[in-house]
């Protein structure tokens, strides 16, 4: 179709757009432009039929307690998915006005405007078919991630507890109050400090050791003099085929104080191999430090395989040309491995072990399963070995629950996970790509 020799003005174009489509019938997209415009119009109907109450509502958390009158939670929701469209309609019209003004200057450039449905249809076919399977995986997380990380955004900053439980109370906004009692409050600070530092030492101890783990087992087996490679293959990879909700269970059971294997079988059987030690029964259950020790054993147990099998691919690509310049260069085996393969370990898989920290940082299955954070209390109703996500479980689910606490917890150690793990990530270059 020829272009006009009329001059579009791309200003003006993009000021007309404020009404999404305008702009884009003025550059004579009137398909295009009539779609944005019924967009709008849903948007605007929405707005007024809905919209404007549930925003409403979500600022005041409803005026009447009781079954038949207003839940404070529910109107808090229904505004977060309120807040959530107005948003994407906001970016939609942004987007609008950025095309009106460059299709305009694509009718001054002389540049091919599409018109037409055909054309528009063709176009997206050709171009745009990648953002059409895109859309829908954006929608999901919109609603299945972004969705629920506001709602836990906002009940962090009301006042849900078991003291206020809606309906039958209403909720009321109080603003970083439940911060602040995080650092303020004696029995919550108490229990903050030692559940936090726990967490630290299990995740760097916990995790270090099923690395250390993986990475040996995969250097001894990779060496050329080690025979029956598949069956240590086999051996390694046992405990990652076995559900780690059974291994746990299973282990929780042989560390029992008094019929468990580890104190009646695995502890003699250590006295009579090794005569001058003589280890007595441990209090693997009843004593914090022997059950912290426990489950950071059973944790490097149950996540060592999953290093060494990729620690093992990794092996297998490291030129053997590397390893026999070193040895002209007269550098030993300790030397060639932290020389060639500890630095190859490391460049590939960085991120990886990252995700293996930040994983056990969370990792809720092995606490709760093998003594339900206990023994005892630090507090806050915490356990002993409770780390920070299964006191945020206990928070939720005990006779006195304490939602918005538990959701400025857990704004915490989001904070804290994606603050380290960026800090990590840009420092090992990890998602920089060559060229």
């Known amino acids: 179709m020829s272009q006009t020799a009329k001059k579009q003005n791309p200003t003006l174009a993009m000021l007309l757009s404020l009404i999404p489509g305008l702009g884009q019938i003025y550059n004579k997209q009137l398909f295009k432009g009539f779609t944005f415009l019924g967009i709008t119009g849903l948007f605007v109907y929405e707005l007024v039929s809905f919209g404007f109450g549930a925003l409403t509502d979500f600022i005041t958390l409803g005026d009447t307690p009781g079954v038949k009158g207003d839940n404070s939670l529910f109107l808090m929701i229904i505004g977060t998915l ?4 107005t948003i994407v309609f906001l970016i939609f019209l942004i987007f609008n006005m950025i095309d009106a003004k460059r ?22 076919l050709d171009n745009g078919f990648p953002y059409l399977l ?27 507890d078991f ?38 030492i299990w995740t760097l101890c916990a995790t270090t050791l099923q690395i250390v783990l993986g990475i040996f087992t995969a250097v001894v087996a990779h060496q050329p003099f080690i025979k029956f490679k598949r069956i240590f293959g086999v051996i390694f990879l046992l405990p990652w085929a076995v559900p780690a909700f059974i291994t746990i269970l ?21 006295n009579k191999l090794i005569p001058f030690v003589e280890i007595g ?87 709760y399963l093998f003594n339900n954070g206990g023994p005892g209390s630090v507090g806050g109703g915490a356990g002993a070995t409770d780390i920070l996500i299964s006191w945020i ?43």
């Open 163 to 200: 003291k206020n439980m809606p309906p039958a109370k209403l909720l009321d906004w109080i603003g970083f109050a439940n911060f602040a009692n995080i650092f303020t409050l004696s029995t919550f600070r108490d229990a903050f400090t030692s559940v936090f530092l726990w967490t630290l």
């Open 393 to 435: 479980y206990k928070l939720t689910t005990g006779t006195s629950p304490q939602f918005s606490f538990a959701a400025a917890l857990t704004l915490i150690i989001s904070v804290v996970v994606i603050s380290v793990s960026l800090i990590v990530f840009k420092r090992t270059k990890a998602f920089e790509m060559e060229g």
């Open 281 to 367: 029964k441990i209090a693997w259950k009843t004593n914090p430090f022997w059950t912290k020790v426990a489950i950071i054993m059973v944790q490097g147990w149950l996540g060592f395989p999953y290093i060494y099998v990729m620690v093992t691919s990794i092996l297998q690509s490291i030129s053997e040309d590397l390893y026999e310049a070193a040895k002209i260069d007269g550098a030993n085996a300790y030397k060639r491995f932290t020389s060639i393969t500890l630095p190859v370990i490391f460049s590939v898989a960085a991120p990886t072990f990252l995700t293996q920290y930040t994983g056990n940082f969370n990792n809720f299955t092995m606490i």
């Open 250 to 270: 299973t282990f929780s059971n042989m560390f029992n104080d008094s019929i468990g294997a580890m104190n009646t079988q695995v502890i003699p059987f250590i």
């Open 103 to 124: 299709i305009a200057n694509f009718w001054n450039e002389g540049f091919k405007v599409n018109q037409t449905f055909e054309e528009h249809k063709d176009n997206i």
């Open 134 to 160: 895109i859309i829908p995986a954006y929608i999901f997380m919109t609603f299945a991630i972004i969705f629920p990380v506001l709602v836990t955004l906002f009940t962090a900053f009301l006042n849900y």
């Open 82 to 85: 309120q807040i959530i469209i």
